[in-house]
């Protein structure tokens, strides 16, 4: 089995959450991201076990939920494998945390301050972001690292509501990137966490921002106690499990793409009368194989 390094990998669950449920941590980052007009102070981590609102509906738990000193609420999720209807998913799980919003305390109340509460509101949203770290491409987009998602008008790409936004981070958009290729505080954070497994000194990018010594200290394997570490290392064999599913999975997908295009082009030669003898050499196919298509 392959031996824990330096730092823990912040891609596994027990990884992710030890690195960005610090306080610090999650306010800088969100900082970077987000942009704000004015930076935010203080972040406070909120229950991540959403009820639903009856028992017919779902619930959720989210990686992480937080809000910020001016209501914005955040979901932060790590993806490490594709679904299908994963866009479906983002927009539910923003749903899940506005809809919420409608009203004060439990419904059929008959406190008069209850009622009082429900009539007064003017559907006056808090801002609800989610966050997705994912380490897959986003099937049926091109590949990029950042990606913002916002409602607009369509025939003006004029923001129609700014209280819902998703950002997805496609981390596998670092393979290969050097530390040189980074230019902006994002690429900062996605190449440690894309890379931190595999680092062997300090993080890079302390000089240009310090937090990363901090998030160093966090994620130091050496510097777990024996229970923290037996945690995370069922958390690792678990990531490594879904990522070996995955390579699995792609590997199927590409012999299958292979052996697709084997038959179409067998088709085809055999539709224009070449010897099957050919055939077979050409595509690798036997003479019963050709014979069957």
């Known amino acids: 089995m392959q031996t824990p390094?330096?730092?823990?990998?912040?891609l596994t669950d027990y990884g992710f959450k030890t690195v960005f449920g610090d306080e610090e941590i999650m306010r800088e980052f969100l900082n970077d991201l987000l942009k704000p007009a004015s930076p935010i102070c203080h972040v406070i981590f909120l229950n991540k076990d959403v009820q639903p609102e009856n028992e017919a509906?779902?619930?959720?738990?989210?990686d992480m939920r937080c809000q910020t000193e001016d209501g914005k609420e955040i979901i932060v999720e790590m993806q490490n494998r594709g679904q299908a209807f994963f866009n479906d998913r983002i927009l539910?799980?923003?749903a899940h945390s506005i809809s919420p919003q409608g009203y004060k305390g439990k419904l059929g109340s008959e406190s008069a301050e209850g009622d009082k509460i429900r009539e007064s509101w003017n559907?006056?949203?808090?801002?609800?972001?989610?966050?997705?770290?994912?380490?897959?491409p986003l099937k049926g987009f091109q590949p990029?690292?950042?990606?913002?998602?916002?409602?607009?008008?369509e025939e003006t790409s004029e923001v129609f509501n700014d209280k819902v936004r998703a950002y997805t981070i496609e981390l596998p958009c670092m393979k290969?990137?050097?530390?040189?290729?980074?230019?902006?505080?994002?690429?900062y954070w996605s190449y440690n966490l894309y890379n931190m497994e595999t680092m062997n000194t300090q993080l890079s990018f302390t000089d240009q921002k310090p937090i990363f010594m901090k998030m160093a200290e966090i994620a130091s394997y050496p510097n777990m106690n024996p229970e923290q570490q037996r945690i995370y290392m069922d958390s690792l064999n678990n990531y490594r499990t879904v990522m070996a599913a995955k390579e699995y999975d792609f590997?199927?997908?590409?012999?299958?793409?292979?052996?697709?295009?084997?038959?179409?082009?067998?088709?085809?030669?055999?539709?224009?009368?070449?010897d099957f003898a050919i055939i077979s050499q050409v595509t690798g196919l036997s003479i019963d194989e050709i014979n069957a298509l």
């Open 251 to 274: 590997g199927r997908g590409m012999e299958k793409g292979i052996e697709k295009e084997k038959n179409s082009n067998a088709k085809s030669m055999k539709a224009l009368g070449l």
């Open 144 to 153: 990029r690292l950042i990606r913002t998602v916002r409602f607009i008008v």
């Open 176 to 187: 290969g990137m050097r530390e040189q290729d980074c230019k902006d505080a994002l690429d």
């Open 92 to 94: 539910y799980y923003l």
């Open 57 to 62: 509906l779902r619930g959720i738990v989210y």
């Open 123 to 136: 559907f006056d949203l808090k801002p609800v972001y989610g966050i997705f770290f994912l380490n897959f």
């Open 5 to 10: 390094g330096l730092y823990i990998n912040p």
